[in-house]
RNA sequence: GGGAGUGUUCCCGAGCGGCCAAAGGGGGCAGACUGUAAAUCUGUUGUCUGACGACUACGGUGGUUCGAAUCCACCCGCUCCCA
């Protein structure tokens, strides 16, 4: 069984510990995503170990395509196929619904995905992707969803939310008939909701009202970061985290930059997971204390320094600016490999850090110090 | 010695009288990236100017023409074939 403890709070700010059966993960965590199994840019689970990593991320849509949910299954779920024994949690499939628009249809009954390996039809609804995550073995299974791209019309999203609401009674029903099979993977596979509603803060509040109905063991915040402007995510993060259950972890999905998580950890949040630490890595953005840089820029061709002096990570620890530089211009696959491994440690370092500023009670001057710093190109 | 080609902007390479500061690659310079169809995508890449525009450019020199990277003559360089 989980347990959510939550240990301290400065306003609205919190600290807490998540307890699950592969390990307990300190909050405020950013979650590392490695979609289909691996993060990608050459970065192997047993990398993660010394990036501080707490949690991994994997996705039901890409493992159910390739190799196979049943292929993992057989193989003894994604710890012993990864290696990475840690809480691992998967998304639904739910942003594949939102990410491969042009390539779906949707139901009341789920959605066909045209895969992009081959252009198959694959159809998956909340029992497929609760069936898939349950192969899979994960500790967090994610409820099936509809994520909305922003803007979207009000008559629109009150629909999605609806049909939204009514799928995550099938996952529910779905993941405790899964847990009770004898032969599951993780028989105490816990289930998160996700909470929609686009912009519209009356839908928003609705919708996080019926999901904590349900009591789940987690409560996702989705559709965000899709389209509507920062302000407008700040203000719905306003509006629902006081609807959210106290005792239960609060993530924030696919968000976000490091200024991001800083205001949604002011505003309540607990868990993190975004995409642009590794790709944005992989296109040698990065991330410093003292701010972005783009490590391609011809000033520093002859710079000899590491990435960030501040940084004790493998990659800062032994490699240059210029010499990295180097291996991205010669598309050396080592570039990406020590990029993205330089900022994950940097978001995982950056959780780190916000956790002990709530133990010494200097959240708000942490924020006040970095939120803007962080997101500043330099 | 004879014959046939060829020389284009940083590189490769298109162009065959005006729509050419010159296609397309590459390289360079910069930007984007938020539950990953993303080792991807976008912009830019002669000089000057805020812009209109002006100027300098297609091996060299001279010519034909209203107008030449494009046609002609000679010169220079390179390639291939025959002796």
Partial sequence: MSQFELLQTEERARRGRFSTVHGVVETPA????????????????FDLADLKCQVQLCNTYHLHIRPGDEVIRALGGLHTFTGWKG??????????????????????????????????????GPEE??????????????????????????????????????????????????NSRTGAINPQQLLFGINQGSTYHDLRVAHMEEIAAFDLDGYAIGGLA???????????????????????????????TPHNIIEAVHRGVDLFDCVMPSRNARH?????????????????????????????????????????????RAGEMLAMRLAVMH????????????????V???FAEFRKQYSVRVGTRI
């Fill in 30 to 45: 950013f979650m590392n995503v490695a979609t289909a199994g691996a993060i990608k840019g050459g970065v192997s689970a």
């Fill in 360 to 362: 010494e009670g200097k």
């Fill in 87 to 124: 809480p691992i949690l998967t998304d639904s499939g739910g942003f594949q619904v939102f990410s491969l628009a042009k390539l779906r249809k949707i139901t009341e009954q789920g959605v066909e995905f045209r895969s992009h390996v081959d252009g198959k039809r694959i159809f998956m």
């Fill in 343 to 358: 900022n994950l440690y940097f978001y995982n370092t950056l959780m780190e850090r916000i956790r002990q500023a709530l």
């Fill in 129 to 178: 992707s609760m069936a898939i995550q349950s192969n899979l073995g994960s500790t967090i299974a994610m409820a099936f969803d509809e994520c909305v791209e922003n803007p979207a019309t009000y008559d629109y999203v009150a629909k999605s939310v609806a049909r939204t609401t009514r799928w995550l009674t099938r996952c529910k029903a779905a993941m405790e008939e899964l």
């Fill in 284 to 328: 040698a953005h990065l991330f410093t204390w003292d701010g972005i840089i783009n490590l391609q820029n011809a000033k520093y061709q002859l710079d000899d320094g590491p990435i960030d002096s501040h940084c004790d990570c493998p990659t800062c620890s032994r490699y240059s600016r210029a010499y990295i530089r180097h291996l991205f």
């Fill in 226 to 256: 899709v389209g509507e402007t920062a302000k407008e995510m700040y203000e719905v993060l306003d509006v629902v985290t006081p609807h959210m259950p106290v005792d239960k972890p609060r993530y924030l999905m696919g968000v976000g």
